[in-house]
T-cell receptor, first 114, second 115 residues
Framework: EAQVTQNPRYLITVTGKKLTVTCSQNMNHEYMSWYRQDPGLGLRQIYYSMNVEVTDKGDVPEGYKVSRKEKRNFPLILESPSPNQTSLYFCASSLLGISNQPQHFGDGTRLSIL | AQTVTQSQPEMSVQEAETVTLSCTYD???????LFWYKQPPSRQMILVIR??????QNATENRFSVNFQKAAKSFSLKISDSQLGDAAMYFCAYRRRSNDYKLSFGAGTTVTVRA
């Protein structure tokens, strides 16, 4: 089954404790992206990657890191989480070259930073 | 930067009736894509319908249809014969046609369906 898998689905942690949210897709998609969803703001892009070793900032990259060492994986790293990073996070992926291709989303990760 | 505005935070509809969700966007591009996504309580993001800006014909998917007004930069979603399973948050999203695959989302509209 074609899917984007995020882990964990829920995480409660404390300020300053490094954490990683994993994202993996099995569709051989080149493009992957992270979004955060906050009430009243919709989803906003954090980082994206057009292919292996190619990443770039989205609209709200501060406090986040990403890496793309393999095509299928695109982890989101919070080196020193703060309470303002409490949010619902989505990973998404898409094929490149087919311009009307919709993005496939993971099921979301609810992060709470205390 | 593109902005997408959904002016209705909440909408309520009687089962079997029709509801229309509004969306406006701001862009200087002439070619782009517009999407409506549904997010039920399970939090999944489910693509409902998409529209390509160069196509004048409004997209339709079963009970879901759009009214795309390019000059007005308006992209409303009509849900006909509403069902209880339609209850969800709905997001309007914009994407340029270029290699920038970023989706710009509106704030969302929560739809409640009354039995």
């Amino acid at each position: 089954e074609a899917q984007v898998t995020q882990n964990p689905r829920y995480l409660i942690t404390v300020t300053g404790k490094k954490l990683t949210v994993t994202c993996s897709q099995n569709m051989n998609h080149e493009y992957m992206s992270w979004y955060r969803q906050d009430p009243g703001l919709g989803l906003r892009q954090i980082y994206y990657s057009m292919n292996v070793e190619v990443t770039d900032k989205g609209d709200v990259p501060e406090g986040y890191k990403v890496s793309r060492k393999e095509k299928r994986n695109f982890p989101l790293i919070l080196e020193s989480p703060s309470p303002n990073q409490t949010s619902l996070y989505f990973c998404a992926s898409s094929l490149l070259g087919i311009s009307n291709q919709p993005q496939h989303f993971g099921d979301g990760t609810r992060l709470s930073i205390l | 930067a593109q902005t997408v505005t959904q002016s209705q935070p909440e909408m309520s509809v009687q089962e079997a009736e029709t509801v229309t969700l509004s969306c406006t966007y701001d862009t200087s591009e002439s070619d782009y894509y517009l999407f409506w996504y549904k997010q039920p309580p399970s939090r999944q993001m489910i693509l409902v319908i998409r529209q390509e800006a160069y196509k004048q014909q409004n997209a339709t998917e079963n009970r879901f249809s759009v009214n795309f007004q390019k000059a007005a930069k308006s992209f409303s979603l009509k849900i006909s014969d509403s069902q209880l399973g339609d209850a969800a948050m709905y997001f309007c999203a914009y994407r340029r046609r270029s290699n920038d695959y970023k989706l710009s989302f509106g704030a969302g509209t929560t739809v409640t369906v009354r039995a």
